[in-house]
């Protein structure tokens, strides 16, 4: 005889530990819940947080409640690395997303701070292992390893495109076996993106946490983003407004053309309206709130063919 409640509680008493805590650390003997943070919303119902110290780097987990479609998209909240934008830029895409089916890993990150080299790949390492562990736990996701993307957003973006373009290199001294999967996405998406260094393009304040206030023009040319796009960089959605003060859109726009040159796919959107940080944009009524739509409609393009 079989006992479906029982079925069911046994199932529920050997998920795995990551299920039951949607905070997740991503280094091993880490423990979560240690970071501090601020509220820039005034009203308790809803929540606009910002991270302002990572001791402990993490994920927060969000599961699809909408049919799930086998992806996962990992999502890098921006910040100027002053702040991680929690849920205007974290949060708030994940429960979007996970009406559209997607598994959600909101990645709170070790910012880099006054060009130091040590916190610089403190956040490179960071990107790298929370994008190997999702790939290498995949199966208690119910996950495909091919469907696992990476999302930022303004200075979270730098990262995103960091490990699309070099998923693979030495940031960190392997912890575990998981570390033996590649962190390379299957898809990009860069929203609002920070991604040029060169001046008239970048944050300026962005660029001096990577790299520093005196920067060279050798790193400038080495570590723009859109001069290390290969024939490797992932599938790639770009999304900025073209009203955008902090971020010019050259940042979308030469990234596209650096994409394109290296025949990788890629699909652009250029917002009249949206400024800069719009995140989901849903409470506006401009066109702009439509992107998490044009990119699922176009990374589910990508699976189908």
């Known amino acids: 005889m079989k006992f479906p409640q029982l079925s069911a509680l046994l199932f529920l008493l050997y998920l795995p530990a990551v299920f039951a805590n949607k905070e997740i650390p991503i280094w091993p003997n880490e423990m979560s819940g240690n970071n501090k943070f601020i509220n820039f919303s005034k009203n308790p119902a809803s929540n606009n947080r910002a991270v302002t110290n990572v001791d402990s780097p993490e994920m927060c987990y969000v599961p699809p409640t909408g049919k799930n479609n086998h992806s996962a998209v990992l999502i890098i909240p921006g910040g100027g690395f002053s702040y991680i934008m929690k849920d205007l830029e974290g949060l708030d895409v994940a429960k979007i997303l996970s009406q559209k089916g997607y598994s959600s890993f909101v990645l709170i990150y070790r910012m880099p701070h006054d060009g130091s080299d040590v916190n610089r790949n403190n956040a490179f390492a960071d990107v790298q292992r929370a994008m190997r562990l999702i790939r290498a736990n995949a ?146 009524n401009i066109p702009a709130k439509n992107w998490p739509t044009l990119f699922s409609d176009w990374q589910a393009s990508l699976v189908k063919h």
């Open 139 to 284: 199966a208690n996701y119910h996950i495909a390893p091919n469907q696992i993307g990476v999302m930022g957003f303004s200075a979270g973006a730098f990262l995103a495109a960091n490990v699309s373009n070099n998923p693979d290199v030495t940031n960190y001294p392997a912890a575990d076996e998981q570390d033996k999967v590649s962190a390379r996405p299957d898809f990009t998406a860069l929203i609002y993106p920070v991604l040029s260094l060169k001046d008239g393009v970048t944050h300026v304040g962005t660029r001096a946490a990577m790299y520093g206030k005196a920067i060279s023009p050798e790193v400038i040319e080495q570590n723009s983003q859109e001069d290390r796009v290969t024939a490797n960089t992932p599938p790639t959605f770009l999304a900025q407004a073209l009203d955008d003060g902090t971020a010019s859109p050259q940042n979308a726009l030469r990234m596209f053309d650096a994409l394109r040159k290296n025949k990788v796919k890629v699909e652009l959107h250029l917002f009249q309206q949206g400024g800069h940080g719009f995140g989901t944009a849903q409470k506006q």
